[in-house]
C-alpha cells in the first residue's frame, strides 16, 4: 500500500534542493544516497564531459527477486528543473494541491516521477512483490533539450522496455508517440551599403531572409508534422543607415514519420536556397537532427502492459500521441521500447505549476502494478 504522508514528505525533500538545468549537483548527490540507502546498485556515467551540466546520467538497479526470466523494466525521470527554480517553497492547500508560493516553479516537472520511484520500491520491499531486473534511469539535462540521454551510451540500459514518468495529461494517458525533431540553423550573406547614400550597391540580407521564411511552410503542415522559425537576429543596434550584410535564423521540423521531416526540412531549405538565387546572395543552410520519433500501437507489449496495469488500479488508459520530445525518444532510438506515462503535473515551466497529491499516489500506484504485471507475464 502506498503510504501517501511518506510520498509526500519524499516530494517536498526533492522539490526544495535546488536543481536548475546545468546545476544538478546536489540534486544527483541527493539521490545517490536516497537509492543508495534503500539496497539498490548505484552506478553513474560520464555524460557531464559531453553535456557540460553539473551532473553524469544515474542508474539505480534493484536486483530481481528470483532466477526465474522475468522481463526486466526501467523506469525514467528527469533530475533538472527549468527556471526560475531556486529556493522553491512548496505550499500544500487544504484542497489536496501542491504548489509553490508563487515566485518559482514547483518542479513537479519531473520530481514527481523521481518521489514516485522511491516510493514503489518501498512498497516492493515492504509487501515482498516478485520481481524481475528493475532499473531507474535517473537523467540530467532534459530540459536543456534532451543533453544527458543524448550524451548516454546505450550500454547502460539494461532493459527488455521502460516507461517514462514524465508525460503532461491526466493519470492514465499513454504518450505512445512522440516526433523526432531538427534543429535548424540558417546564415544569409548580402552586400552592405549605406542605406541612404547607395541603397542599390547593397543586397539586403533581412530583405532575402524575410522572403525565404515567407515561401516556407510552417506551423502545422499535417497533424504529425509542425515547423517554426524561432530566432531572426541581424544588424547593428541602432545602425538603421546600414544595409545588413547577414541574418542568422534558427528554427525546427518536427514529425512523428521521418519521411515528412525529411520532406519539411528540405522545403524550407529549398526556399531559401532558391530566394538566395534569385537576389544572388548567399545562404548556409545546416539541419541537425537531435532525436528520433517513436510510435506504438495499443497491441505493443510495452503498452498493453501499461494499460492493463492502469485499468487495475481503477484508472481509464487511453493512448495520445505527444508533440514534444522527451527521454524516450531517445531510449526508443536506442532499441529499447519506451513510452511515457502521464503523471498529472499542471501548468509546468510556469510559476503557476500544480500537483494534485491523489495524482501523486495513482502514479506510484502505477508504476508498482506495471512492476506485478510484469512479474505476472511470465
Same mark, same amino acid.
Given at each position: 500500500?502506498?503510504?501517501?504522508?511518506r510520498?509526500?514528505?519524499?516530494?517536498?525533500e526533492?522539490?526544495?534542493?535546488?536543481?536548475?538545468?546545468?546545476?544538478?549537483?546536489?540534486?544527483? @548527490?541527493?539521490?545517490?544516497?536516497?537509492?543508495?540507502?534503500?539496497?539498490?546498485?548505484?552506478?553513474? +556515467?560520464?555524460?557531464?564531459?559531453?553535456?557540460?551540466?553539473?551532473?553524469?546520467?544515474? =542508474?539505480?538497479?534493484?536486483?530481481?527477486?528470483?532466477?526465474?526470466?522475468?522481463?526486466?523494466l526501467?523506469?525514467?525521470?528527469?533530475?533538472? *528543473?527549468?527556471?526560475?527554480?531556486?529556493?522553491?517553497k512548496?505550499?500544500?492547500?487544504? !484542497?489536496?494541491?501542491?504548489?509553490? !508560493?508563487?515566485?518559482?516553479?514547483?518542479?513537479?516537472? /519531473?520530481?514527481?516521477?523521481?518521489?514516485?520511484?522511491?516510493?514503489?520500491?518501498?512498497?516492493?520491499?515492504?509487501?515482498?512483490?516478485?520481481?524481475?531486473?528493475?532499473?531507474?534511469?535517473? *537523467?540530467?539535462?532534459?530540459?536543456?533539450?534532451? #543533453?544527458?540521454?543524448?550524451?548516454? +551510451?546505450?550500454?547502460?540500459?539494461?532493459?527488455?522496455?521502460?516507461?517514462?514518468?514524465?508525460?503532461?495529461?491526466?493519470?492514465?494517458?499513454?504518450?505512445?508517440?512522440a516526433?523526432?525533431?531538427? #534543429?535548424?540553423?540558417?546564415?544569409?550573406?548580402?552586400?552592405? $551599403?549605406?542605406?541612404?547614400? %547607395?541603397?542599390?550597391?547593397?543586397?539586403?540580407?533581412? *530583405?532575402?531572409?524575410?522572403?525565404?521564411?515567407?515561401?516556407?511552410?510552417?506551423?502545422?503542415?499535417?497533424?504529425? &508534422?509542425?515547423?517554426?522559425?524561432?530566432?531572426?537576429?541581424?544588424?547593428?543596434?541602432?545602425?538603421?543607415?546600414?544595409?545588413? !550584410?547577414?541574418? /542568422?535564423l534558427?528554427?525546427?521540423?518536427?514529425?512523428?514519420?521521418? @519521411?515528412?521531416?525529411?520532406?519539411?526540412?528540405?522545403?524550407?531549405?529549398?526556399?531559401?536556397? !532558391?530566394?538566395?538565387?534569385?537576389?544572388?546572395?548567399?545562404? /548556409?543552410?545546416?539541419? +541537425?537532427?537531435?532525436?528520433?520519433?517513436?510510435?506504438? +500501437?495499443?497491441d505493443?507489449?510495452?503498452?498493453?502492459?501499461?494499460? @492493463?496495469?492502469?485499468?487495475?488500479?481503477?484508472? &481509464?488508459?487511453? *493512448?495520445?500521441?505527444?508533440?514534444?520530445?522527451?527521454?524516450?525518444?531517445? =531510449? %526508443?532510438?536506442?532499441?529499447?521500447p519506451?513510452? %511515457?506515462?502521464?503523471?498529472?503535473?499542471?501548468?509546468?515551466? &510556469?510559476?503557476?505549476?500544480?500537483?494534485?497529491?491523489?495524482?501523486?499516489?495513482?502514479?506510484?500506484?502505477?508504476?508498482?502494478?506495471?512492476?506485478?504485471? $510484469?512479474?505476472?507475464?511470465?
Amino acid at each position: 500500500m502506498i503510504q501517501e504522508k511518506r510520498l509526500v514528505d519524499e516530494f517536498i525533500e526533492l522539490v526544495k534542493v535546488d536543481s536548475e538545468t546545468l546545476f544538478e549537483q546536489e540534486i544527483s @548527490e541527493v539521490l545517490k544516497k536516497k537509492f543508495s540507502a534503500l539496497g539498490l546498485k548505484v552506478e553513474e +556515467d560520464d555524460s557531464s564531459i559531453r553535456s557540460g551540466h553539473g551532473a553524469n546520467n544515474l =542508474f539505480f538497479t534493484l536486483a530481481p527477486t528470483s532466477d526465474a526470466p522475468l522481463p526486466r523494466l526501467f523506469f525514467t525521470s528527469h533530475m533538472d *528543473t527549468v527556471t526560475p527554480g531556486k529556493g522553491i517553497k512548496p505550499q500544500i492547500g487544504e !484542497d489536496g494541491i501542491i504548489r509553490s !508560493d508563487g515566485t518559482t516553479i514547483l518542479g513537479s516537472d /519531473d520530481k514527481v516521477g523521481l518521489a514516485a520511484m522511491l516510493e514503489a520500491i518501498r512498497v516492493l520491499k515492504e509487501q515482498n512483490i516478485k520481481h524481475g531486473q528493475i532499473q531507474f534511469v535517473i *537523467t540530467a539535462g532534459e530540459e536543456s533539450g534532451l #543533453k544527458g540521454s543524448r550524451c548516454m +551510451d546505450p550500454k547502460w540500459l539494461q532493459a527488455d522496455y521502460g516507461y517514462a514518468l514524465d508525460s503532461n495529461g491526466e493519470v492514465g494517458a499513454i504518450a505512445v508517440a512522440a516526433p523526432t525533431q531538427a #534543429k535548424i540553423y540558417i546564415s544569409f550573406s548580402g552586400r552592405s $551599403a549605406h542605406a541612404g547614400v %547607395n541603397p542599390e550597391a547593397g543586397i539586403s540580407a533581412i *530583405t532575402v531572409a524575410s522572403k525565404a521564411v515567407a515561401r516556407m511552410p510552417l506551423g502545422r503542415i499535417d497533424k504529425e &508534422t509542425t515547423a517554426n522559425i524561432g530566432r531572426f537576429a541581424g544588424g547593428v543596434n541602432g545602425a538603421t543607415n546600414i544595409v545588413v !550584410d547577414r541574418v /542568422d535564423l534558427e528554427g525546427e521540423a518536427r514529425s512523428i514519420v521521418q @519521411e515528412k521531416l525529411d520532406r519539411q526540412v528540405e522545403a524550407m531549405r529549398k526556399a531559401c536556397e !532558391d530566394v538566395a538565387a534569385e537576389m544572388n546572395a548567399k545562404v /548556409d543552410f545546416k539541419s +541537425d537532427v537531435i532525436y528520433p520519433a517513436f510510435m506504438f +500501437d495499443e497491441d505493443a507489449p510495452v503498452v498493453k502492459l501499461a494499460m @492493463e496495469a492502469l485499468r487495475k488500479i481503477g484508472c &481509464t488508459p487511453s *493512448t495520445f500521441h505527444s508533440g514534444g520530445g522527451s527521454d524516450a525518444n531517445v =531510449f %526508443n532510438g536506442f532499441g529499447i521500447p519506451t513510452v %511515457n506515462l502521464a503523471v498529472g503535473y499542471q501548468n509546468i515551466h &510556469t510559476t503557476e505549476e500544480h500537483i494534485a497529491i491523489r495524482d501523486m499516489v495513482k502514479v506510484t500506484e502505477a508504476v508498482v502494478q506495471i512492476i506485478k504485471e $510484469a512479474a505476472e507475464s511470465k
